[in-house]
């Protein structure tokens, strides 16, 4: 494995509720990214970033936040919970821009 | 607008035969290709890449082709093996856009023993 794991695996959560996901990595990579799978749409940008403290938005950044205070942590959150957010989560790990990204396992997240 | 699009969602395909997954781009700027394959409850996995530069990387049975006049790659998986059974994703990134990688829709493909 290549040192990159998200917690928790599984959440239920009500509509309206404050989510947290995290991703943590022992791989040292400066990039970290948050994708969201949905059928149809494939495996869509989130949020990401190139550093400590460092963070940009992705292409379905609304209604998400994320922060990153040390290098292996990369934390997401859901502001208000919508059912539209149901959806499996990946984190992603990277070491330099133009390479392949190693995928972690996921979260799936249900809103209901 | 998706950018990168794979626009057929399966493929069934007889064991030992040819598998052939295609992607259809729009951005121009692309210059670094990727595909990833996905089991079930798993994360992606990377398969393959080529550089703009090239126009086919071959990788053991994976083969990838890269057609930039048509903005269009495949990837060819030579023999078809039932544990290739899986999703296929396609992804494409450009230095203009920070090399941030955008994926298809994905292309589940079943391997019929």
């Known amino acids: 494995d290549a040192g990159i794991t998200q917690s928790p695996r599984h959440k239920v959560t009500e509509t309206g509720t404050p989510v947290t996901l995290r991703c943590h990595q022992t791989?040292?990579?400066?990039?970290m990214y948050w994708y969201r799978q949905d059928p149809g749409h494939g495996l869509r940008l989130i949020h990401y970033?190139?550093?400590?403290?460092?963070?940009d938005k992705g292409e379905v950044s609304d209604g998400y936040s994320v922060s990153r205070s040390k290098t292996e942590d990369f934390l997401l959150t859901l502001e208000s919970a919508t059912s539209s957010q149901t959806s499996v989560y990946f984190c992603?790990?990277?070491?330099?821009?133009?390479?392949?990204?190693?995928f972690g396992s996921g979260t799936r997240l249900t809103v209901v | 607008d998706q950018q990168v699009k794979q626009n057929s969602p399966s493929l069934s395909v007889q064991e030992g035969r040819i598998s052939i997954l295609n992607c259809d781009y729009t951005?121009?700027?692309?210059?670094?290709f990727l595909w990833y394959k996905k089991y079930p409850a798993e994360g992606p996995t990377f398969l393959i890449s080529?550089?703009?530069?090239?126009d086919k990387n071959e990788d053991g049975r994976f083969t990838v082709f890269l057609n930039k006049s048509a903005k269009h790659l495949s990837l060819h998986i030579v023999p078809s093996q039932p544990g290739d059974s899986a999703v296929y994703f396609c992804?494409?990134?450009?230095?203009?856009?920070?090399?941030?990688?955008?994926f298809g829709s994905g292309t589940r493909l079943l391997v019929r023993p």
């Open positions: 992804a494409a990134s450009a230095r203009d856009s920070s090399y941030k990688l955008i």
């Open positions: 080529i550089s703009s530069i090239k």
């Open positions: 791989e040292n990579h400066r990039y």
């Open positions: 951005n121009s700027m692309f210059d670094y």
């Open positions: 992603a790990i990277s070491a330099d821009r133009g390479y392949g990204y190693t």
């Open positions: 970033s190139y550093g400590v403290k460092d963070t």
